[in-house]
T-cell receptor
Framework: GAVVSQHPSWVICKSGTSVKIECRSL??????MFWYRQFPKQSLMLMAT?????????EQGVEKDKFLINHASLTLSTLTVTSAHPEDSSFYIC???????????FGSGTRLTVV | GNSVTQMEGPVTLSEEAFLTINCTYT??????LFWYVQYPGEGLQLLLK?????DKGSNKGFEATYRKETTSFHLEKGSVQVSDSAVYFC??????????FGAGTTVTVRA
């Protein structure tokens, strides 16, 4: 099936700095990727749909300028948390839509801690 | 809209016990239904799925049947192991390809 690599698996950053998270589809050309956020002991909340070659589609309540998404190629989408604050600390997970053949495949997640 | 209601946890079981996690849904249209599993510190893995009414998804001893009449997709396993300790998510997808997740159920299996 589709293999998704997410990097880094964890990151600690200072308040006010920016952090970039990468999501790579290793064996499948993904025109669509999804970014989720998960708070402790809670479900996944869809943040945005990343579209290759065009602007991402953000869910209601998600700040576009805060969470920058770039999907420049069929194998890579990036999420940049800009001017991070402690309340941005969370577990971020990407997902690839592998179509009928592979379904949805998730990355292993990135634990972001802002201090 | 589309939503998934999942049995609240946490659930604690002894090894070889029977596990059931209830999941019901509301959806516009005809959803596909999924169970995902998340091990500590990891992303989600697809456990099983069903795409139409009366389909039964099965994997690793887990089963779930798509019941349109009760709008349910309950997860069951006859004999759990310690390695089954994880968080389980019920999810659905309709035509717009977005997954809607339940709140997740934490399962702990004790030896």
């Amino acid at each position: 099936g589709a293999v998704v690599s997410q990097h880094p698996s964890w990151v600690i950053c200072k308040s006010g700095t920016s952090v970039k998270i990468e999501c790579r589809s290793l064996d499948f050309q993904a025109t669509t990727m999804f970014w989720y956020r998960q708070f402790p002991k809670q479900s996944l909340m869809l943040m945005a749909t990343s579209n290759e070659g065009s602007k991402a589609t953000y869910e209601q309540g998600v700040e576009k300028d805060k969470f920058l998404i770039n999907h420049a190629s069929l194998t890579l989408s990036t999420l940049t948390v800009t001017s991070a604050h402690p309340e941005d600390s969370s577990f971020y997970i990407c997902s690839v839509n592998g179509g009928q053949a592979y379904g949805y495949t998730f990355g292993s997640g990135t634990r972001l801690t802002v201090v | 809209g589309n939503s998934v209601t999942q049995m609240e946890g946490p659930v604690t079981l002894s090894e070889e016990a029977f596990l059931t996690i209830n999941c019901t849904y509301t959806a516009t249209g005809y959803p596909s239904l999924f169970w995902y599993v998340q091990y500590p510190g990891e992303g989600l893995q697809l456990l099983l799925k069903a795409t139409k009414a009366d389909d039964k998804g099965s994997n690793k001893g887990f089963e779930a049947t798509y019941r349109k009449e009760t709008t349910s997709f309950h997860l069951e396993k006859g004999s759990v192991q310690v390695s089954d300790s994880a968080v389980y998510f019920c999810a659905l997808r309709v035509n717009d390809y977005k997954l809607s997740f339940g709140a997740g159920t934490t399962v702990t299996v004790r030896a």
